[in-house]
């Protein structure tokens, strides 16, 4: 009766092991905290990792941001997840899709349509909406068509003056003191 007792509760806690595990390798990943990521598979021990193709899911997802695989990224990380972890895996993919097209926009001045496509893992149609949003030109002609992103103003740094520092400073230690 008690040793039945004591398996079933031995079961329960390791269910939840994996699902921690899984939850917090999850959350690195969203984090872009890829080093503690990495630290965290190599604890979890072997015997865990066999048994969960979530958890060697994850493992794949995390290799490819590792190797700024965008495409594999996406090809792996459209999977069927569970309920505890699949919003996060659901905001992960949608941040690195919004980072790449934020990134796309700085750094080029044009590029192709299927380029794009494969960056961003978005359809044509998905494309257009999200060019006219962005105010992006897109060329007319055949396939694949240019793109002309028009590039995100930059955000000017906030100056504060010397003497507002200094008077920030002095309060701040007067506050210690007192």
Do not use: D, Y
């Given at each position: 009766?008690?040793?039945?007792?004591i398996r079933q509760l031995t079961a329960l806690l390791e269910k939840q092991e994996l699902e921690l595990y899984s939850e917090l390798f999850a959350a690195y990943l969203y984090q872009n905290d890829l080093c503690n990521a990495r630290f965290l598979w190599k604890r979890i021990?072997?015997?865990?990792?066999?048994?969960?193709?979530?958890?060697?899911q994850m493992y794949k997802v995390y290799q490819c941001l590792w190797n700024n695989d965008t495409a594999g990224f996406y090809?792996?990380?459209n999977h069927d997840w569970s309920k505890h972890v699949s919003e996060l895996m659901f905001e992960l993919k949608e941040k690195i899709q919004a980072e790449t097209v934020n990134l796309i926009g700085r750094a080029y001045s044009s590029i192709f349509e299927n380029v794009f496509a494969e960056m961003t893992n978005q359809t044509p149609d998905m494309i257009d909406e999200?060019?006219?949003?962005?105010?992006?030109?897109i060329m007319?002609?055949?396939?694949?068509?240019?793109i002309m992103p028009k590039h995100p103003a930059a955000e000017k740094p906030i100056v504060v003056s010397s003497e507002d520092q200094l008077q920030k400073l002095t309060d701040f230690v007067s506050f210690l003191e007192n």
């Open positions: 009766m008690f040793s039945e007792k021990p072997q015997s865990a990792k066999n048994g969960h193709a979530e958890l060697e090809k792996v990380i999200m060019c006219r949003t962005l105010n992006w030109e007319p002609g055949a396939q694949p068509r240019l």
